[in-house]
Each structure stands twice: as C-alpha cells, then as structure tokens.
Nanobody, 125 residues
C-alpha cells in the first residue's frame, strides 16, 4: 500500500501563489506516476497535473499550463504543485494520487491506485 498526505492548502486572493505538497510512504518504490486532481463544489473531480517518477516527464491540463508546475523529490518521496496566478474558479479540494502500474495515460482517475485525503484551496476574488 501507499499512503499519501497532502499539505499546503489555504486561503489566498486571486493572482496569488500557493505550493501544495504530497508526501508518499509505504510501497513508494512501486510508484510510476503521481498526479494532482481537484474537485470544486458541485463539480466532478478533474485532472490537474502529473509527473512520472522516473524521468520526470510532466503533464498538465490545458487550463493550468503556464501557471502551475509539478515537480518531485524522489529522495523525499514528495511531489509538489506550485500554483501561480490563481483564479477564484480554482477553488477546490486538491487531491494527490499515485499510479503503481505503467500506463501511457496520465489523466484518468481510474488508473490511479491510491489517493490522499485532499487539501482545501480557496481563492477569493
């Protein structure tokens, strides 16, 4: 099993920045891909960004390209999501997730095996 703990959420104003962290423990050697998703009130959970543990290839939703950056520290088994120029509509619970099996895809919720409890990000306008 893999345990994930997110941190770094909070209340910010539109245009501000925030950095989320996701610390993994357990079978971390089995992780191929780590991703961030978010779920706004009344909406479905959506893909935000992902990064391959080996090689560091990154993927982003079109809505966050150029503003968000996903990175990893394999030694710490931690993934980060740097979020700049935040918008009010990005208020959501942000979830970290891991995929233990190699797949060409990266944005499908069903491919991820473990999820964190989520961290609230609130962006005021």
């Amino acid at each position: 099993q893999v345990q994930l703990v997110e941190s770094g959420g909070g209340l910010v104003q539109a245009g501000d920045s925030l950095r989320l962290s996701c610390a993994a423990s357990g079978r971390t050697f089995s992780i191929y891909l780590m991703g961030w998703f978010r779920q706004a009130p009344g909406k479905e959970r959506e893909f935000v960004a992902a990064i391959r543990r080996s090689g560091g290839t990154t993927y982003y939703a079109d809505s966050v390209k150029g503003r968000f950056t996903i990175s990893r520290d394999n030694a710490k088994n931690t993934v980060y999501l740097q979020m700049n120029s935040l918008k009010a509509e990005e208020t959501a619970v942000y979830y970290c997730a891991t995929d233990l099996g190699y797949s060409h895809s990266y944005g499908l919720m069903d491919q991820y095996d473990y999820w964190g409890q989520g961290t609230q990000v609130t962006v005021s306008s």
